[in-house]
């Protein structure tokens, strides 16, 4: 089973994303994807209901790019687990190296809020990776031990069924340079390394993102040490999308009907 999901970042109106995600369901009306991958789009906040509406149904799931890590209260302009629920949502993106950088989000904060996300059963698809400064200086394995440790430590056994983990070089992200595959082989290897000190219990998904396309999928999806990708640009379009959800689907063996 190997997973794609969509990032469609700050894309879309809620009518442009309606259309995007019914094009989807039409297109990825085949019987034999959904044993052998599974999707997830993250359309913007202001989107999640027309996505809801078209989707509903489909074997295609929603999901939300950041969540508050509070349930509710008095913080303005903020969303909560608990709403994105009520929406139909299965997954929540935490930590993404935008709002790290753009937002200021702190290792603490996104520990918080990917406990929240766990707690309410929901996927929570944790963010890591390093920057190019960070790369030249040979430092990739102190940054993913640091985000992954301060994100993760003390999780209870149930609720890392259900992480998924993102690794997202953030000088790959946008920039149309996705990382070389011996890069990513030796990440992800080190992320399961990493994830089994920190306690977990089974195998947590290491999903790769930067700059994945149509062209690039299948080279990337084929190592088995990539349980799938986390797409941003090309996810906002249907015909790269799907072609990378196929692309998938060919790289792993389904999971048995019984
Ligand atoms: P990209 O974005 O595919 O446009 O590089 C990936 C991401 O930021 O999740």
């Known amino acids: 089973?190997?997973?794609?999901?969509?990032?469609w970042k700050m894309h879309t109106t809620a009518q442009e994303a309606k259309l995007l995600a019914r094009?989807?369901?039409?297109?990825?009306?085949?019987?034999?994807?959904?044993?052998?991958?599974?999707?997830?789009?993250?359309?913007?906040?202001?989107?999640?209901?027309s996505v809801q509406e078209a989707l509903r149904g489909s074997w295609l799931q929603w999901g939300a790019q950041?969540?508050?890590?509070?349930?509710?209260?008095?913080?303005?302009?903020?969303?909560?687990?608990?709403?994105?629920?009520a929406l139909g949502c299965s997954a929540v993106i935490v930590g993404h190296s935008?709002?790290?950088?753009?937002?200021?989000?702190?290792?603490?904060?996104?520990a918080r809020k990917l406990r929240r996300v766990v707690q309410a059963g929901l996927w929570a698809i944790l963010c890591v990776g390093e920057t190019l400064a960070q790369r030249r200086a040979h430092r990739v394995r102190a940054v993913l031990t640091h985000q992954l440790r301060s994100a993760l430590q003390g999780l209870e056994p149930q609720q890392w069924e259900s992480l998924l983990?993102?690794?997202?070089?953030?000088?790959?992200?946008?920039?149309?340079?996705?990382?070389?595959?011996?890069?990513?082989r030796q990440a992800h290897t080190l992320i399961a390394e990493l994830l089994t000190q920190l306690g977990a219990p089974g195998h947590v998904p290491i999903l790769y993102g930067g700059s994945v396309t149509a062209?690039?999928?299948?080279?990337?999806?084929?190592?088995?040490?990539?349980?799938?990708?986390?797409?941003?640009?090309?996810?906002?379009?249907?015909?790269?999308?799907?072609t990378i959800v196929r692309v998938a689907a060919l790289c792993t063996s389904p999971i048995p009907t019984c």
């Open 215 to 242: 062209e690039n999928a299948q080279q990337i999806l084929q190592l088995p040490e990539v349980d799938g990708v986390l797409v941003g640009s090309a996810s906002l379009d249907a015909w790269q999308f799907c």
């Open 23 to 49: 094009r989807l369901r039409e297109e990825l009306y085949e019987p034999e994807l959904p044993r052998r991958v599974r999707v997830i789009v993250c359309p913007p906040f202001t989107s999640l209901c």
């Open 66 to 85: 950041n969540c508050h890590e509070e349930l509710e209260g008095a913080f303005t302009g903020e969303i909560s687990v608990r709403m994105l629920t």
């Open 1 to 7: 089973m190997k997973w794609v999901v969509g990032n």
């Open 165 to 184: 983990i993102a690794y997202e070089p953030v000088w790959a992200i946008g920039t149309g340079q996705a990382a070389e595959l011996e890069h990513i």
């Open 98 to 110: 935008e709002r790290r950088r753009t937002a200021g989000e702190s290792t603490e904060r996104i």
